[in-house]
């Protein structure tokens, strides 16, 4: 058994027809952790979607409106660059509801991890990049609304950069963002996050960890209730999407520095899986499910 609960849903998984989004991801990293003995079917939570208060704190009234009713011009709808679908809406919500979930277990169990989520391109009034609803922004506010947490921090280490999570939280004294990014790749547009950090293309484990290393630390500097981390796999070096060059072992590293430095810190940490599109999907299922074996080893190491 871990020593923290996953979120897991089946309809976290939805049919975008041929894409590069592989959304069969999440059911199979479910699966590769049970076969491999890392989980056993009890120490997944099933979570509940976000409601559509919670989804209105951070998103417009209009652009809820739009995504329920499917109502998008085609200019819209290619910017999102996934098919609009009913499920994918539910997914959606569900999504939000699993980082909610994620949030409060990591608080119980200093971890949790959401198997989906990581839509850190969706902005207050649209969705793009595959990212409609912004699961962190919308659990933190949430959490917010109910005195639950005050301060967070999101630790986004998906190869592009976290522009709509930069966007909504611009201004907020409370939330403390830090994007590691390769700089020449989507989106062309970057807000400004806390802190930006935009590496070269084909930057090595060596010089990634180094990066990482130089700003990790100030996520912890101010004091936050909660950090989120978002654990893209897509900095793999053949990650279709990406342009950088990790290799899976520094990317294992790049998770342990995270949670050893929200253990050192005594600061909850909960995840979300975000972007990772390898040439072969078994690679990105095994970069998600290598983020799970590391905070047990990180969480039992401690323990012990
Ligand atoms: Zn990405």
Same mark, same amino acid.
């Given at each position: 058994?871990?020593?923290?609960?996953?979120?897991?849903?089946?309809?976290?998984?939805?049919?975008? %027809?041929?894409?590069?989004?592989?959304?069969?991801?999440?059911?199979?990293?479910? @699966?590769?952790?049970?076969?491999?003995?890392?989980?056993?079917? %009890?120490?997944?939570?099933?979570?509940?979607?976000?409601?559509?208060?919670?989804?209105?704190?951070?998103?417009?009234?209009?652009?809820?409106?739009?995504?329920?009713?499917? *109502?998008?011009?085609?200019?819209?709808?290619?910017?999102?660059?996934?098919?609009?679908?009913?499920?994918? &809406?539910?997914?959606?919500?569900?999504?939000?509801?699993?980082?909610?979930?994620?949030?409060?277990?990591?608080?119980? @169990?200093?971890?949790?991890?959401?198997?989906?989520?990581?839509?850190?391109?969706?902005?207050? *009034?649209?969705?793009?990049?595959?990212?409609?609803?912004?699961?962190?922004?919308?659990?933190?506010?949430?959490?917010?609304?109910?005195?639950?947490? %005050?301060?967070?921090?999101?630790?986004?280490? *998906?190869?592009?950069?976290?522009?709509?999570?930069?966007?909504?939280?611009?201004?907020?004294?409370?939330?403390?963002?830090?994007?590691?990014?390769?700089?020449?790749?989507?989106?062309?547009?970057?807000?400004?996050?806390?802190?930006?950090?935009?590496?070269? *293309?084909?930057?090595?484990?060596?010089?990634?960890?180094?990066?990482?290393?130089?700003?990790?630390?100030?996520?912890?500097?101010?004091?936050?209730?909660?950090?989120?981390?978002?654990?893209?796999?897509?900095?793999?070096?053949? @990650?279709?999407?990406?342009?950088?060059?990790?290799?899976?072992?520094?990317?294992?590293?790049?998770?342990?520095?995270?949670?050893?430095?929200?253990?050192?810190?005594?600061?909850? &940490?909960?995840?979300?899986?975000?972007?990772?599109?390898?040439?072969?999907?078994?690679?990105?299922?095994?970069?998600?499910?290598?983020?799970?074996?590391?905070?047990?080893?990180?969480?039992?190491?401690?323990?012990?």
């Amino acid at each position: 058994m871990l020593p923290f609960r996953l979120i897991f849903h089946p309809a976290f998984t939805v049919d975008l %027809g041929p894409h590069v989004f592989p959304a069969q991801k999440y059911r199979q990293v479910r @699966d590769r952790l049970l076969e491999t003995g890392t989980a056993d079917h %009890g120490d997944f939570v099933v979570p509940l979607p976000a409601t559509d208060d919670d989804v209105r704190r951070v998103h417009t009234a209009d652009y809820v409106r739009k995504l329920k009713d499917g *109502d998008f011009t085609s200019a819209e709808l290619a910017r999102m660059e996934v098919p609009w679908s009913r499920a994918l &809406v539910e997914a959606s919500w569900l999504a939000a509801g699993a980082a909610l979930e994620a949030a409060r277990r990591a608080r119980a @169990d200093g971890c949790a991890i959401a198997l989906c989520g990581g839509f850190h391109h969706a902005f207050a *009034d649209h969705g793009e990049g595959f990212c409609l609803v912004n699961d962190v922004a919308v659990a933190t506010q949430a959490l917010r609304a109910s005195g639950e947490v %005050g301060r967070v921090a999101i630790v986004d280490l *998906d190869v592009h950069h976290g522009n709509g999570t930069a966007s909504i939280f611009a201004g907020d004294a409370d939330t403390f963002t830090l994007s590691l990014h390769q700089e020449r790749n989507y989106p062309v547009v970057k807000p400004p996050s806390t802190i930006d950090v935009g590496l070269a *293309d084909g930057t090595d484990d060596d010089a990634y960890l180094a990066a990482l290393d130089h700003v990790l630390p100030r996520a912890f500097d101010a004091a936050p209730e909660l950090v989120w981390y978002v654990a893209g796999a897509d900095p793999y070096a053949h @990650d279709r999407l990406g342009g950088l060059a990790l290799t899976q072992a520094g990317l294992r590293e790049r998770d342990k520095r995270v949670f050893t430095a929200a253990r050192r810190a005594g600061v909850p &940490v909960a995840v979300t899986l975000a972007g990772g599109y390898a040439e072969r999907t078994a690679d990105t299922v095994s970069i998600h499910a290598a983020t799970v074996a590391v905070a047990a080893d990180v969480l039992r190491a401690e323990a012990a």
